[in-house]
T-cell receptor, first 111, second 115 residues
Framework: QKEVEQNSGPLSVPEGAIASLNCTYS??????FFWYRQYSGKSPELIMF????GDKEDGRFTAQLNKASQYVSLLIRDSQPSDSATYLC???????????FGGGTRVLVKP | GAGVSQSPSNKVTEKGKDVELRCDPI?????LYWYRQSLGQGLEFLIY????????KSGLPSDRFSAERTGGSVSTLTIQRTQQEDSAVYLC?????????????FGSGTQLSVL
């Protein structure tokens, strides 16, 4: 079992719709959870982090964390073509050092 | 500089040769990571440095890979006797590590091609 798992996609959504991305992790003691966005040929950039159970909203993005189910998700509301990218889930382990990434979900927003 | 700097940006080498990849983190950042990303794949953790602590080398794929960080700043990733499967983008990232939710700042990466 991979430490951090994501559906590779592509997840195709029409412009204006909600894109829903999921991530599961294996280390039950994990502390912090991150979503990075990576455009093709570019380096990842942080868009959200969450460390408490529940929802965290930032603009059009909402991160959701359920530690009991070892599940973290990202919702993108009012999806725009500029949101087309690969979204990487990353998990900080129990020891608070190594940041482990999932394989990423490719999102395509169609006008 | 203002960001994480990596050099070279591209490296083409022949199978069996050694290569060195360099990373200059953001000044003052104590945490430094190396990741590898193959085409269309996620980031594979290689090694992590935090201050003066012993590095976490658990992600290094073989003993051909090694890394050091001199003076708590610049880091060099060395791959000996390169193989074609080593071809990938090697990304370096740094953070200030004031808390476990510290943001990582990534460099632009080194595209390594082993012929």
């Amino acid at each position: 079992q991979k430490e951090v798992e994501q559906n590779s996609g592509p997840l195709s959504v029409p412009e204006g719709a909600i894109a829903s991305l999921n991530c599961t992790y294996s280390d039950r003691g994990s502390q912090s959870f991150f979503w990075y966005r990576q455009y093709s040929g570019k380096s990842p950039e942080l868009i959200m982090f969450i460390y408490s159970n529940g929802d965290k909203e930032d603009g059009r993005f909402t991160a959701q964390l359920n530690k009991a189910s070892q599940y973290v998700s990202l919702l993108i509301r009012d999806s725009q073509p500029s949101d087309s990218a690969t979204y990487l889930c990353a998990v900080m382990g129990a020891a608070g050092n190594k940041l482990t990434f999932g394989g990423g979900t490719r999102v395509l927003v169609k006008p | 500089g203002a960001g994480v700097s990596q050099s070279p940006s591209n490296k083409v080498t022949e199978k069996g040769k050694d290569v060195e990849l360099r990373c200059d983190p953001i000044s003052g950042h104590t945490a430094l990571y190396w990741y590898r990303q193959s085409l269309g794949q996620g980031l594979e953790f290689l090694i992590y440095f935090q201050g003066n602590s012993a590095p976490d080398k658990s992600g290094l794929p073989s003993d051909r890979f090694s890394a050091e960080r001199t003076g708590g700043s610049v880091s060099t990733l060395t791959i000996q006797r390169t193989q074609q499967e080593d071809s990938a983008v090697y990304l370096c990232a740094s953070s200030s590590y004031r808390a476990t939710n510290e943001k990582l700042f990534f460099g632009s990466g080194t595209q390594l091609s082993v012929l």
